[in-house]
């Protein structure tokens, strides 16, 4: 073998957990002599692709790594004052280096699992806190997927909690200020459109004047506006309040260090971006979205909040609170479709915000804001006949001009971007990166727009002491405070910062110390070589509005993973916006309810769903506006046909889309996917298959050649983004060519001007377009026969895992030929009735082995579904398997009568540190019991922080902000 192909196959075997004699054992195991003959007896033949995947060849590691670094410099780092919700911003580089570099932090999955995940979820509270103080509201969320999203999400809360209520019924109008941001306009309209509600597009101070007689249920304004300035909203807010009209405030957070906060003048939700934190632009993200209310919302509230609860020795212990798992429990009822929100960032955010502290806040905001007022000085003084239209303002300055065209040439000759809003009016966004050097460039700019003598700008000084009064109202100052909370004042120094991010991340389990077996979550190895391009320059600090042309890496990557991606599933149209997966639903929901539009066929608003389906899906169709009919299963975990024939038939001429996941939730290849998919095109419906599972198809199966209509991918599942304990994710949705008009698209980017009906699901145009440059990294770091080789070792280990667990657990669905796909489900239910042992108990007790639990409960109650993927070896797979077999013997001592059912060490797990050293021991085990069960447990221990935590207390005081 050549050296060259030595090289190119190192990352596979990288990337791919068990070695080539584990695999051969494990087949050996299964009693299949061939990968081949393992395959063929697994995945239905008839669906099966006949040719490999046309891709580019594998690449090494070091060959990637200079590839990426080539193309990042085809994108043109300008200095960007466009503002549109994006600005640069410094991460310090204790946080970059120790958060988002950092396996700990970017690897552990959402923390179901609250005894192994205390480090984040403090993390989390901090942000939450965060954001209370500085809107001015009682309660936050953990955070959204961009500020559009979550202005969208707003006014959805507050239409069903009033819908809900029977306060309003569907002749209502939602109210959008004319000064939002136009991506949030458009998101907001997207909104609207599937759920029917009617919309009024107009200044805040029409709202009276011309709408009085208009039922309005909700109305969204910005503070400050899209175009910088500061309105005095008190007459608005006044006339919402006596009209049961809830008020929504985008709000810019940097600027609240100053500004009186939205939850001081009326205020009902608060919403924005984080990413002014210290999170770079990335060309459109990921960021973290905020969301803050009163607490009579608490129940509407969409996301996942964090609560302070208590353990079983009344020790603090932090929980996801109420929304925990609301979509499955929920499913259409749920307040919205989240799942992967965006954890990592709001983490980084936190963290800014306790580097800083409240005085380093004000002090940042204070600079932003004299050096704004410092450039309206210079500009008005200096340069002949130039306005500054802003009466009020905090970073950005509305100028009006006759010279746009001179500027636009000038500007981009002096790499340069500004807002250009149209023939006459520009404006211009300071930022926390803002210095002198950048006031006298962008002067420099004017003056060459406007041939004037430079030598002018010596005559007018800025002088700071006669300018001391901020630009806004003096009202509108901040007098409240906000950051009181002593987690806030004791980490300023980089040393006791990096001491705190250690002492968190010490009490959560991540890829770092264990296999992660969640079922439908896909935790595989994140590499280090896909990561790199996150911390790059040339990729970071992107705006994500600026021309084409300064973006030529961006679109690279974006034109090249689209290839890749329609190539892998071998549909013929793609958009990359939404930025998860449960978007990614409401995304290929929306195509397909435009389409039905397009037809004359508005009727059709019936989304079929199998009972077993991820709990998003039906919370996805409610959000489109569509109704839910549930599909029975069968024994074997397939769609029930005669169920789903004569729910069709009821509904033919209603019927929308059928829902499917393939495989199954079960966990099984369903035979008769082909038959079930021409059922539902028989009738004039679509199908749109949920991604989750596409870790069992690629370079075996093709989505589209099943005759599916739409597919979503979780690129930080399958395509190796990683969780970053909650997110960032991403969601793209692939299409068959007859939906390819309906694709999402965006007021920033070129469109056809006829398409009066524009589908837009994202703040930005790519969604979270930083990432994307790691699931291109996983295409061609792997090839095709790497792809398909990673699916292959995912279903054989699931297979492996199965033989191994089936003489003590029972299996509760097999396909065709007594085999699994990807993952496989265990039935915990019978050890409830015989010790009252629940399958809660057993995850708790993983945690004593240092393993985080498969899912629990989802798809079937009282259940564990396990995905090992096929980043695991054989050897840690075998650790995970002794794992349960020996709690299976633990379970049997209880069935024994050696333990009591209220007594023993699964009721009892997770048993800390602390538990384990007191003097005392009150338990009818060993203390060598409880801590290492198995011999190789002491190498690798692993130490809840917190005992057992009691999920009811959190929940009946429910506490989300630091105390």
């Known amino acids: 073998m050549k050296k060259d192909d030595v ?45 490999k995947l046309n891709l580019p060849n594998s690449i090494s590691e070091y060959q990637y790594l200079n590839h990426i670094y080539r193309i990042s410099k085809k994108n043109k780092t300008y200095r960007s004052y466009i503002g549109l919700g994006y600005k640069n911003t410094i991460t310090p580089s204790v946080i970059q280096r120790n958060i988002l570099e950092n396996p700990s932090w970017y690897t552990p999955y959402t923390p179901y699992q609250s005894e192994i995940s205390q480090g984040r979820l403090e993390a989390l509270i901090n942000f939450q806190t965060m954001i209370s103080d500085l809107t001015g509201m009682k309660i936050s969320n953990a955070s959204m997927l961009d500020e559009s999203t979550a202005a969208a999400d707003a006014m959805f809360m507050i239409y069903q909690e009033k819908i809900k209520k029977r306060k309003i019924d569907n002749n209502y109008h939602f109210f959008i200020s004319d000064e939002i941001l136009p991506q949030t306009f458009a998101v907001l309209k997207t909104r609207c459109f599937g759920l029917g509600i009617h919309i009024i597009n107009d200044s805040h101070k ?89 607490e009579r919302y608490k129940r509407f509230l969409p996301g996942r909040i964090i609560g302070i609860s208590v353990d079983r020795k009344n020790k603090k212990a932090f929980r996801m609170a109420l929304q925990t798992r609301e979509q499955h429990i929920k499913r259409e009822k ?37 050096y704004a007022k410092k450039l309206e000085f210079l500009l008005i003084n200096n340069i002949n006949h130039i306005f500054q239209v802003n009466t009020f303002y905090f970073d950005t300055l509305r100028i009006k001009t006759d010279f746009i065209s001179n500027i636009k040439k000038v500007s981009e000759r002096k790499k340069t971007n500004f807002r250009y809003v149209n023939k006459n009016h520009l404006t211009i966004t300071l930022d926390e990166t803002t210095c002198q050097e950048d006031i006298n460039h962008i002067l420099s700019i004017f003056y060459e727009a406007y041939n004037q003598d430079k030598k002018t700008y010596k005559k007018i000084k800025y002088h700071t002491n006669i300018h001391d009064k901020y630009k806004f109202p003096s009202f ?80 690279f990557v974006i034109r090249k993973l689209k290839k890749y991606l329609k190539e892998i599933t071998g549909f013929s149209g793609i958009s990359l916006q939404p930025n998860s997966g449960a978007q990614g639903e409401y995304a290929g929901l929306m195509v397909i309810k435009h389409y039905h539009h397009s037809l004359e066929e508005h009727q059709r608003n019936i989304a079929l769903i199998p009972s077993s389906s991820h709990g998003t899906n039906p919370a996805s169709a409610n959000m489109a506006g569509m109704k839910v009919i549930l599909i029975d299963t069968t024994r074997n975990g397939s769609i029930d046909r005669n169920d789903l024939l004569k729910k069709v038939q009821e509904n033919k001429d209603l019927l929308s889309v059928l829902m499917i996941t393939y495989p199954s939730t079960y966990g099984i290849y369903e035979e008769n996917i082909q038959e079930i998919i021409n059922i539902i095109h028989k009738n004039g419906g679509q199908v749109y298959m949920d991604g989750a599972n596409m870790n069992a198809q690629v370079g075996l199966i093709k989505p589209a050649y099943l005759g599916v209509d739409v597919c979503h ?103 065709k030929n007594n085999t ?15 010790t009252n042992i629940g399958v809660i108990d057993i995850a708790k007790r993983m945690m004593d082995y240092g393993f985080h639990a498969p899912t629990i409960s989802f798809p079937v109650e009282g259940c564990m579904m396990i995905e090992p993927t096929e980043s695991e070896s054989k050897e840690e797979l075998d650790r995970f398997i002794e794992t349960l077999i020996n709690i299976r013997q633990e379970i049997k001592e209880i069935e024994d009568g050696k333990f009591s059912k209220e007594n023993n060490v699964l009721k009892n797990a997770p048993h800390s540190i602390e538990i384990l050293t007191q003097n005392e021991w009150k338990y009818p085990y060993s203390r060598e019991k409880a801590a290492y069960p198995l011999y190789w447990i002491k190498e690798r221990k692993f130490w809840p922080s917190v005992n057992r935590v009691n999920d009811g207390y959190g929940d009946r005081n429910l506490i989300c902000t630091c105390i």
């Open 7 to 51: 090289r190119k196959k190192k990352f596979y075997h990288r990337h791919i957990g068990p070695s080539c004699n584990e695999i051969n054992n494990m087949l050996k195991e299964l009693q299949y002599s061939s990968i081949n003959n393992f395959v063929n007896q697994t995945v239905p033949k008839q669906i099966r692709l006949k040719k």
């Open 334 to 370: 749920a307040t919205s479709n989240i799942c992967t929100s965006q954890v990592l960032p709001a983490i980084m955010a936190s963290m800014y915000a306790l580097y800083h502290g409240k005085k380093g806040l004000i002090e940042i905001a204070k600079c932003i804001h004299e």
């Open 713 to 815: 991918l979780n690129l930080h599942k399958t395509f190796a983004i990683p969780h970053g304990g909650g997110g960032p994710g991403m969601g793209p949705i692939c299409v068959a060519s007859h939906l390819k008009p309906f694709l999402p698209n965006h007021p920033f980017l070129k469109r056809n001007k006829k398409d009066e009906k524009i589908l837009t699901i994202s703040s930005s145009p790519y969604g979270s377009s930083l990432i994307l440059t790691i699931s291109y990294a996983y295409i061609r770091l792997l090839g095709p026969d790497g792809l398909k080789k990673c699916t292959e070792i995912s279903v054989l280990n699931a297979n492996y895992i199965k033989k191994k667990l089936m003489n003590f657990y029972n299996i509760l669905y097999v396909g």
């Open 476 to 555: 509108l100052k901040r007098t409240s405070n906000f950051l009181e909370h002593k987690v806030f004042h004791k980490f300023h120094s980089e040393n006791e910062l990096i001491r705190y991010i250690k002492r968190l991340e010490k009490k959560d389990i991540s890829l770092i110390h264990s296999m992660i077996p969640l079922g439908s979550c896909t935790m595989k190895l994140n590499a280090s070589s896909e990561l790199f391009s996150l911390s790059q320059h040339e990729w970071k600090n992107v705006h994500p509005f600026v021309p084409e042309k300064q973006a030529m890496g961006y679109h």
């Open 820 to 834: 699994v796909a990807h993952e496989l489900i265990i039935d915990c239910r019978i050890f409830n009735r015989s």
């Open 206 to 294: 029409n709202l009276k004047k011309k709408y009085n007689n208009k039922k309005i249920f909700g109305l969204i304004i910005s503070y400050p506006s899209s175009l910088g300035e500061i309105h005095d909203y008190t007459e608005t807010v006044q006339y919402a309040k006596c009209h049961n009209i809830s008020v929504i405030v985008a709000t810019d957070l940097l600027s609240l260090s100053l500004l009186k906060p939205p939850g001081e003048w009326g205020a009902d939700v608060v919403i924005g971006s984080s990413q002014s934190f210290g999170i770079p632009m990335g060309y459109g993200g990921p960021h973290a979205a905020f969301f803050s209310t009163h």
